[in-house]
């Protein structure tokens, strides 16, 4: 009953710690001393999508792609399931989208940020021989437009960082926060429907609860950017 949402530059080593972080909670979970309820660990990806790299080299063809995503995202939300999203999620809006999401199923969220140089980046981009490589112009547009996850905002709370030269990521901890971490209710609608009243109020000046949902233009993070 958690979501991991993977963040990162674009050929900076993602796919790879998401595997790593599978591998280990599945080895959490295979302890006989876990009561449960989470049962198993899955792993979403363009890859698993089929959506090819040249997704990404304008907003019309991204924009589909990333809708692609987060329907899967939604369809694969369950409560004895741990969902590895290993994508770019380099668009704060779709980041909170997904945790907005994450909330409406009642599941527990943490966002692992994996970090590498663009120097480094474009380095293993040009080395791949997969044919997962990104075209040069559209490598250089995503590591530009790059939203870098913060801890100072909830939709990416709790973040982990790993560092190119760590040699795995922070499993205890990610373990505690998808494990044990609070598990937050899902979000109030936006407005509530007035109370019949016999006679003329003056409007109240009270603000209106907060939503999950944002107010920008692009809300659900699927506008081009």
């Known amino acids: 009953m958690a979501l991991v949402t993977i963040s990162g530059y674009p050929s900076s080593g993602k796919s790879r710690r998401a595997e790593q972080i599978r591998a280990s909670l599945q080895k959490y979970l295979s302890d006989e001393t876990y009561p449960g309820p989470i049962r198993k660990v899955a792993v979403l990806s363009d890859d698993v999508l089929n959506l090819s790299r040249s997704s990404y080299d304008d907003s019309r063809s991204e924009k589909p792609a990333r809708g692609a995503l987060f329907a899967a995202m939604q369809r694969q939300m369950s409560p004895d399931t741990i969902l590895i999203v290993d994508a770019l999620n380099y668009i704060k809006g779709f980041r909170y989208q997904m945790y907005c999401a994450a909330r409406e199923a009642k599941l527990r969220v943490c966002t692992i940020y994996i970090v590498a140089t663009q120097e480094q980046c474009r380095e293993w981009n040009m080395t791949r021989q997969d044919g997962r490589a990104y ?91």
């Open 135 to 225: 075209a040069p112009e559209t490598l250089e547009n995503l590591m530009f437009r790059y939203e870098e996850p913060s801890s100072m905002v909830r939709w990416d709370s709790p973040l982990f960082t790993v560092l190119w030269d760590e040699e795995v990521p922070p499993m205890p901890q990610i373990w505690d926060a998808i494990s044990k971490g609070t598990v937050k209710p899902p979000t109030r609608p936006l407005f509530r429907p007035p109370k019949r009243q016999q006679t003329r109020s003056k409007p109240s000046s009270r603000r209106q609860p907060p939503s999950c949902l944002p107010s920008w233009p692009t809300r659900l993070g699927l506008a081009g950017n």
